[in-house]
Structures are given as C-alpha cells and as structure tokens.
C-alpha cells in the first residue's frame, strides 16, 4: 500500500499521460496473449483434422492472420504506452527537480555544507532520475506484468487447470528465491543496497572535496585528511559492493535456472495424466500447446522480477529525497520585516557546531553598533568564518539568538535579511557570465550607469575598460584569467550597487598583491561609509580603526574592546599584534633586513 501511495504521488504531478500509457499497456498486455490464443487453435486444427481439407487451411490462414493482427496491436499499443510513459515521466521529473530546487533555495545556505555536495547531486540527478526511469519504463511494465499473467492463467486453467498447476509450482519455488534477494534483513537485497547507496554518496563528497583542493595537494605534495577520507570511501564503496552484488546473484541464479527449465515440471505431470486418463487428441492438443507456451514464461516474469528491483531502487530513491527534506525549510516570503532602525546587530549567548560532538563557536557575545566598524581577529580555526555566516544567515544557531535592530534575526523574513545584508568573502564567487551581468547579479533591475558607477565606486572600472570587450568579457573565457584581487574587486562592485546597510566582510583584502590591496582598501573604506560592518581579518593592522576588536580563539570571544583598550589589556590581542610586528621586518642568511 505504500509503495502504491508513493506512485500515486508520483503520478499527481502530470497525471494524463502516464495514466493513458497505463491504459495502453493493459490494452498492450491482451494482444500480447492473441498469437498464443490462435496457436492452440491452429494445433487443435492440426490434430484433429484427419483429412486436409480447404476449410482446414482457411482456419489456418484465419487464425495466423488474427495472431499477426494481435502482434501490431501489441507493437502499437506499446509504442504508444512508452512515448506516453515517458512523456509524463520527464514531466514529473522537472517537476521534482524543480520542487526540490525551490525547497533548497529555502534551507539555509550552511546545510549544503553539511548535507555534502555528493548527497545534493545524487538527489537532484541520481534519484530523481532513478524515479523517472521507472515512471517512464517499469511501471507500464508493472501493468503488462499484471494483465498478462492474470489473462494468461484464465485461459491456461481454461485449456488444462493440471498443466496450469504445475507451472504454478513452479513459478512458486523461483518465486520464493526472487523474493529472497528483496529481504531488508542483515545481508538481504534492500539492506545491502541502502549500504552501497550510501557508500556511493559518500564517496561522491568525498571526491567532491578532492576535486576542491587537487592544486593544494600537488603544489605541497603531501597527503592530508581529504585525501586519507577520499582513500576510505573508495575502500567502502569497493567492500559495498561486492556482497551488493553477489546477494542478489546467488539467488538469481538459481530463480533463473528454475525459469529456463520450467516446462520439465510438465512431463511428470502428462505422466501421470496419460497414466489415469490415457492418450486422447485433447491431451495431444494441450501438452502441444503448454510446452510452446511455457518458455514464454521466461520472458515476463523474470521481467516482473527485475521490475520488483527497480521499485526497490526507486521507494529508497524517494526515501533519500524525502531524508534530505527533513531539513526544516524557510518560507522566504513568511516572518517580520526587516527592522527600519538598525540600531545595533547583537549575538547573545550564540552556540553552533557543524556537525555533531563538539561545538565551533560557543557563548558568543557580539555587538556592532550601527554605522560603524566592528571586527573579529584572531588565528584560523578560531570561529571567525563561522560568525560570519551566522550573521549573514548561512545558519541558524544552535542555541542563543542573533538580533538586527533588537528583531529576532530568525523571525525576519529570510528574502528581506538577504536584501539587507551584503557579504563579500575571501573567495568569492563570480558567475560564468558577463563582467556586468555578475555586478548586476546584485541588482537584476539597475541601470548601465548604476553598474558602471558599481564598478567605479569599487575600483575596478579601469582595467574592466581596459579588456578587448569591457563590460561584455565573460569570466572564464576571452583567454584570460582574472587574479583573486580583480575578481574581489567585482565583488565588492556587486556590494556597492546592492548598497545593503549591513556589510561582512570575510578576509576582503587579505592575500593579494599590493596594487590590489590598495585598491581593495580605498574601496572598502568608501562602501563601509554609513554602514554597519562587521569585518573578519587575520591583518590586525586593517582593523585598527574599529570601534570594537574582538579576539577569538577555539570558538570563544576572549577579549574585546578598541585597538588600544586590546594593547593597555596585554593580553592575547596584544601578543598577536607584537607578533605582527615583527613580521613585518624578518632577516635573512646574513642579516640583512628585508621589509
């Protein structure tokens, strides 16, 4: 039953199709059976006619013609369930998709993190896709399986109920071993194939994150945890599949054994009929007909069997859809508006963790004063990245809350804190678009002027002008990379045209060259004018004249305050900036300093 609501769902989505190519399929499944109908009774003809007569052949010719009447009825009619068929499949399967992209542009943009880009892919591609291969395959097949058998068993009973019951038997006991390989129990079919599915998504994460990294890996040419990660899934997906697969083999084999010889089990029994009745043209009729008949068998009920797998396939299909859709989802359009006075943006008493069994950040205290600057320092690791994201809204805390304006940040209405809040990062994103189109991206309905102005504002104009097609050169192609400083600086064009009155910087300006940290500065100075901005820096010296520094370190705030309350307080702020400072002159083999 639940797998039958889980189908009907599923046909919900674009019934007219689908249910025409099940209607087909049945018609399909009865023309199937004529050519057998009009076999027996050419064989009857055959052993009953002692002499050839004119209206022997023309009964012949009567029923061929009827059987090859009833094989284009099957070709046409199936044709038409499978165009059909496959018709509403793809439809349902846009809708799926699309269903299941709109559900993940409402989850917080940190689950993706944590669910692993294997597991959004395998979802959006893998299972949707298995659900629309059965849609547009197996379940017509399901009915042909359905209508045949029962079709063909009332006119085997008709025809001989002893030959029917043997074969029945028979079907019985390969049955049993079919059934076998579906068994949900420790080492049966359906719970090996939950092992290796989640084996493969797994490994699809894992070598996502490979991917991710390969450059750090070969530069250095070392092995690190990504690659000891990716080295264990591929051994699990390896050790996943073989039992996969022999526990479904071991019981095919012999389930397909029993199919290929299933007519032996008719001889014991016209035995015993010839023994009991004797020979009679009847029996002669019958025995004829069943052993043409019974290698038919082989064809649709090991086809019924692999159609019992793909169900399997597809009902843990959906299920890891629908365990991906545990996550509870945001109504952007639900929730209060975004606070008209800012005031101040507070965390209190803030905890997270990325995934179970130890916390990244805990208790933190944070505020940031409208209209000014604010910053988190501190060594990597320490939490800052992550405060990031839960104040742009990547996360939800785990435990504490996040104010805009004294507004529970949860509360506002995710569409109206998005338009709110600008973030450039470290790594920033740049569509494979055009230059204007990925500053535009900020603000789909802004003017040349306003993007040119974006660009202008960001410092960026110059060398934009300055390519063979300016503003129309697509990021990637035109044969030309940009660095980390120009594409940040495109980033930072995108926050100026958004002009959003909060704005988080993540290492905006870190790891560039001189130019580009020069420019990035003065860029970053005019978009934080009457602003509030919150900015992540390792470089203390950027964030000196912050209204407020906090230090973190293991996910806690350890000292805040201005540069010089942190410097008079002596403590850990203070030995990261003499640190700094003597980095700033190091001395090479003979003594020279080098600045």
């Known amino acids: 039953m639940e797998s039958l609501k889980m189908i009907t769902e599923w046909i919900r989505k674009d019934p007219v199709p689908v249910v025409l190519a099940l209607l087909l399929s049945a018609a399909a499944g009865i023309c199937y059976l004529i050519p057998y109908v009009q076999i027996y009774r ?3 003809i055959l052993v009953y006619t002692e002499t050839w007569t004119a209206d ?8 061929g013609l009827f059987a090859a009447a009833g094989c284009a009825g099957y070709v046409i009619a199936y044709f038409g369930a499978l165009s059909l068929s496959h018709v509403g499949a ?23 993190h944590r669910m692993g880009t294997g597991t959004v892919l395998s979802n959006l591609y893998g299972n949707v896709n298995q659900i629309q291969s059965y849609l547009a395959h197996d379940l017509i097949e399901i009915v042909i399986a359905v209508v045949l058998p029962l079709a063909l068993l009332a006119g085997m009973i008709a025809v001989n109920p002893w030959y029917t019951a043997a074969l029945a038997v028979g079907i019985a006991v390969a049955g049993y071993y079919n059934y076998m390989s579906y068994s949900s129990a420790e ?27 390969k450059r750090v890996f070969q530069v250095f040419g070392h092995r690190n945890s990504v690659c000891s990660d990716l080295d264990a899934q591929i051994v699990a997906y390896s050790d996943s599949c073989a039992p996969y697969t022999l526990v479904w083999e071991k019981f095919d084999c012999v389930f397909s054994t029993i199919l290929s010889n299933l007519y032996l089990v008719l001889f014991p029994c016209a035995a015993l009929l010839l023994w009991i009745h004797g020979w009679s043209k009847e029996l002669t009729v019958d025995t004829i007909t069943f052993l043409l008949l019974t290698p038919t068998l082989k064809t649709f009920v090991p086809k019924a069997a692999a159609v019992g797998n793909h169900s399997v396939r597809s009902a843990m ?8 859709e545990m996550v509870p989802a945001r109504d952007p359009g639900q929730g209060v508006p ?36 604010t910053a988190i320092v501190g060594p990597s690791g320490g939490g800052k990245s992550t405060v990031a994201g839960l104040l742009a809204g990547f996360w939800d805390p785990d435990d504490g809350r996040i104010l805009i304006g004294g507004v529970d940040a949860g509360t506002i209405a995710p569409a109206e804190r998005m338009k709110n809040i600008s973030m450039v990062f470290q790594d920033c994103f740049l569509y494979r678009d055009t ?9 789909p309905d802004a003017t040349e002027e306003e993007v040119v102005r974006a660009a202008k504002a960001a410092c960026c104009h110059d060398f934009i002008t300055a390519l063979p097609k300016g503003y ?33 910087l993540d290492e905006a300006t870190s790891s560039v060259d001189a130019e580009n940290e020069y420019y990035l500065q003065k860029a970053v100075e005019a978009l934080a004018r009457e602003k509030t901005v919150i900015m992540i820096s390792h470089r203390l010296s950027n964030v000196t004249a912050a209204r407020r520094i906090y230090y973190m370190e293991d996910g806690l705030v350890w000292e805040s305050g201005s540069h010089d309350e942190l410097l008079k307080q002596n403590g850990r702020y203070a030995s990261l900036w003499d640190i700094g400072r003597k980095n700033v002159q190091w001395t090479i083999g003979n003594g020279e300093v080098a600045e």
């Open 90 to 112: 793809f439809g349902i399967g846009y809708r799926m998709r699309m269903d299941l992209a709109e559900y993940l542009s409402r989850i917080p943009l940190g689950m993706y």
């Open 317 to 324: 299909a959906e299920g890891r859809i629908r365990d991906m």
């Open 42 to 44: 050419i064989v009857g």
């Open 187 to 213: 080492g049966g079919g359906k719970k090996m194939m939950d092992i290796y599915l989640t084996a493969l998504e797994r490994l699809k994460n894992a070598a996502e994150e490979f991917v991710r990294g």
């Open 472 to 504: 129309d050169t697509v990021i990637g192609e035109e044969g030309r990379r940009f660095s980390g400083g120009e594409q940040r600086r495109i980033a930072l064009a995108r926050a100026f045209l958004k002009d959003a009155p909060i704005l988080i």
């Open 56 to 63: 022997a052949a023309r009964g012949i010719v009567r029923h």
């Open 435 to 443: 230059i204007r189109e990925n500053i535009r991206s900020a603000r």
């Open 338 to 373: 975004f606070p008209q006075k800012i005031g101040k943006v507070e965390m209190c008493q803030v905890c997270f963790s990325y995934r179970k069994g130890g916390e990244t950040v805990r208790n933190v205290n944070i505020t940031a004063e409208e209209g000014t600057l």
